[in-house]
């Protein structure tokens, strides 16, 4: 990996989608045929991911979804056609390893793979190889990062796309180059605030990674990579704040009723859907995206009307942060 590979950083403006903060999964795929397309989509059982996976199929695509409760998935996808589950715990490098091994034995061509799968404001929790890694960061940024790494043979060459879900929730931290796992002090809101940040990152890395000369002008076929933030929903993502904080926190009324300005999980879903498949984005790439459309720069703190902000799409960052990634994981061929 060279510095160099690092420095061109996504245009942050609206490109006019034609679509907004309502557009659903289904509206957004609209005439788009994705028959013969393979998806994998992590954690598509439940909140997003299961939108995610239900609009895909329902577009023609065969949807593979990599699960921690298999069978919960199975249960939850009941119905839904050309899904198939397989067992992968984001948490465990060797589980990935061991799923990356068995999809690659198939030799399909991946067309789309969406990181969605993840967890939220959770207890302090340790996991990784030696048992020191935070669970934010090992699971929804050093997870996805080793499955894209392994899955790269897979990825259509020049077509397939990779979506990564962040969140408005990177407003709140860049990377903690000396301390990424909190060894000196837990903050669960930090935490995720982090791995979403992380998210973000990834993708601008990755999809450097298209080009490889000084002139940037060869394309590799290595895959276009977006990040987005989906809104603010109320999903099983929440599970770990008790509800009376979700109701102090302003997310919901004392019956349930999702705050002003919440979407849908079908709204929700959107993004990350528009982002891995609308032609638009065809000479894309690198980009945080909001609302079916590419992100601008965020103006404000408030992180209901988002934006992104500066950190998280840093091209010098997002290369070091690809490195810390493959020294931590042992990974990183993708960019050699």
């Known amino acids: 990996m060279t510095t160099q590979q690092g420095q061109q950083q996504a245009q942050q403006h609206r490109i006019g989608s034609g679509f907004g903060a309502?557009?659903?999964?289904?509206?957004?795929?609209?005439?788009?045929?994705?028959?013969?397309?393979?998806?994998?989509?992590?954690?598509?059982?439940?909140?997003?991911?299961?939108?995610?996976?239900?609009?895909l199929s329902r577009a023609g695509a065969h949807v593979v979804v990599p699960a921690r409760r298999p069978d919960a998935a199975k249960e939850a996808l009941r119905g839904t056609d050309?899904?198939?589950?397989?067992?992968?715990?984001?948490?465990?490098?060797?589980?990935i390893r061991h799923f990356a091994e068995r999809f690659l034995a198939t030799d399909r061509a991946l067309d789309i793979l969406i990181n969605n799968a993840g967890v939220m404001a959770c207890p302090e929790t340790r996991v990784g190889p030696d048992g020191t890694w935070e669970s934010h960061f090992a699971i929804n940024h050093l997870g996805h990062f080793a499955l894209v790494n392994r899955l790269h043979p897979a990825l259509s060459p020049g077509t397939a796309r990779v979506v990564s879900v962040a969140s408005s929730g990177h407003f709140l931290s860049d990377i903690r180059w000396t301390d990424p796992h909190f060894h000196?002090?837990?903050?669960?809101?930090?935490?995720?605030?982090?791995?979403?940040?992380?998210?973000?990152?990834?993708?601008?890395?990755?999809n450097s990674l298209r080009t490889t000369d000084s002139s940037r002008t060869a394309d590799t076929g290595r895959p276009r990579a977006f990040s987005v933030h989906p809104g603010s929903i109320l999903t099983p993502l929440q599970r770990h704040i008790p509800r009376e904080?979700?109701?102090?926190?302003?997310?919901?009324?004392?019956?349930?009723?999702?705050?002003?300005?919440?979407?849908?999980?079908?709204?929700?879903?959107?993004?990350?859907?528009?982002?891995?498949?609308?032609?638009?984005?065809?000479?894309?790439?690198?980009?945080?995206?909001?609302?079916?459309?590419?992100?601008?720069?965020?103006?404000?703190?408030?992180?209901?009307i988002g934006g992104v902000k500066p950190w998280a799409t840093d091209p010098d960052a997002a290369a070091r942060?690809?490195?810390?990634?493959?020294?931590?994981?042992?990974?990183g061929d993708l960019a050699s």
């Open 82 to 95: 050309r899904v198939e589950v397989r067992a992968l715990d984001l948490a465990d490098q060797e589980s």
């Open 184 to 206: 000196e002090g837990y903050d669960r809101w930090l935490a995720y605030a982090q791995s979403k940040t992380a998210n973000a990152l990834f993708a601008v890395h990755l």
């Open 22 to 55: 309502s557009s659903t999964a289904d509206d957004v795929l609209a005439g788009i045929d994705l028959s013969g397309r393979t998806a994998l989509v992590t954690g598509g059982y439940s909140g997003l991911g299961l939108e995610i996976t239900r609009a």
């Open 321 to 331: 942060l690809w490195q810390l990634s493959a020294d931590m994981t042992g990974l």
């Open 245 to 304: 904080e979700q109701i102090a926190q302003g997310w919901m009324s004392a019956d349930g009723t999702p705050a002003q300005g919440f979407k849908t999980p079908a709204q929700g879903a959107a993004t990350a859907v528009w982002a891995a498949t609308s032609p638009l984005l065809d000479a894309q790439g690198g980009a945080y995206c909001q609302d079916c459309d590419i992100a601008e720069p965020a103006t404000t703190e408030d992180m209901l």
